[in-house]
């Protein structure tokens, strides 16, 4: 029954895409209930065929299907066809980070992750940040293991002093990155405020930004969110800003605005005090 419901509804082009969208995420839901995984993926063979066809919230729709199907190739693809096309959108940055790091592509990751940070810094982003820091880390590790190994074989002299500094600068990054990843970790577990996004939306060229702060102190706390609203490269189309609070300790508060601009494709805000 639902089912069918979902098929019919994701035919109906008279409907909006939003709920065509919606038809399409149950529709997945359904095949992979009933086991039907090939038929789940069939979901977003045309995103991955010809993704230059299909809009930004289209390709990371068809990216969720591919996620929640456990095809991590097609994930990878989908979501780095999404960032090519809005590669400042924190959705876009999040979730192809997660993949990278699937793919144990730790240095795309590192990139990402410090976009995403900039771009979203009191968001829910800590822990892709320290699986970055540590897979970094474990790559250095084992790059550092092979090196001595390799001295401990060889008796080239010249040969021995390329290893010697080659191990010291391996060594070093293993340290770093491994310090990253546990400040990175404490940093996620007592974050004393959160910012949680439940729109962005254009209609018409007129934009909406809204969502929540957490504020995860006992005292209550006034927040003020800079918010500047990016075009595809990154220029600042449009700024806005909002007061929130006073929020209670352990509370949270809403916000929303809106701005009025063309070309307006994603947004960042300074970090909240």
């Not at 401990?152 to 500094?165: H, M, Q, R």
């Amino acid at each position: 029954m639902a089912k069918t419901a979902f098929e019919s509804l994701l035919k109906d082009t008279t409907v909006k895409s939003a709920y065509r969208g919606q038809a399409g995420s149950g529709l997945v839901t359904v095949y992979l209930a009933l086991g039907d995984t090939a038929a789940a993926r069939a979901m977003y063979q045309p995103q991955l065929e010809n993704p230059t066809a299909y809009s930004f919230n289209e390709l990371v729709q068809a990216g969720v299907w591919a996620s929640r199907a456990d095809d991590a190739a097609a994930g990878l693809k989908l979501f780095h066809a999404a960032y090519d096309m809005n590669p400042y959108h924190r959705d876009a940055l999040a979730n192809l980070t997660i993949f990278e790091l699937k793919a144990q592509h730790y240095d795309s990751a590192l990139a990402l992750v410090t976009r995403l940070h900039e771009v979203d810094p009191d968001g829910d982003n800590g822990r892709v940040a320290t699986l970055t820091y540590a897979g970094l880390a474990k790559k250095y590790g084992d790059m550092n293991r092979d090196i001595v190994t390799r001295f401990a074989k060889t008796k080239d002299a010249k040969l021995k002093k390329v290893l010697t500094d080659s191990a010291t600068i391996t060594a070093d990054s293993n340290r770093f990155y491994t310090d990253l990843a546990v400040k990175a970790n404490i940093a996620t577990d007592s974050m004393p405020v959160r910012v949680r996004f439940s729109e962005f939306s254009d209609v018409g060229n007129k934009v909406t930004l809204a969502g929540v702060i957490e504020n995860n102190t006992s005292s209550d706390k006034t927040y003020t969110l800079k918010v500047d609203f990016l075009d595809k490269d990154g220029k600042v189309v449009a700024s806005q800003q909002a007061t929130v609070g006073p929020v209670g300790g352990q509370s949270t508060g809403h916000f929303s605005m809106t701005v009025t601009a063309p070309g307006i494709t994603a947004f960042k805000y300074a970090p909240l005090d």
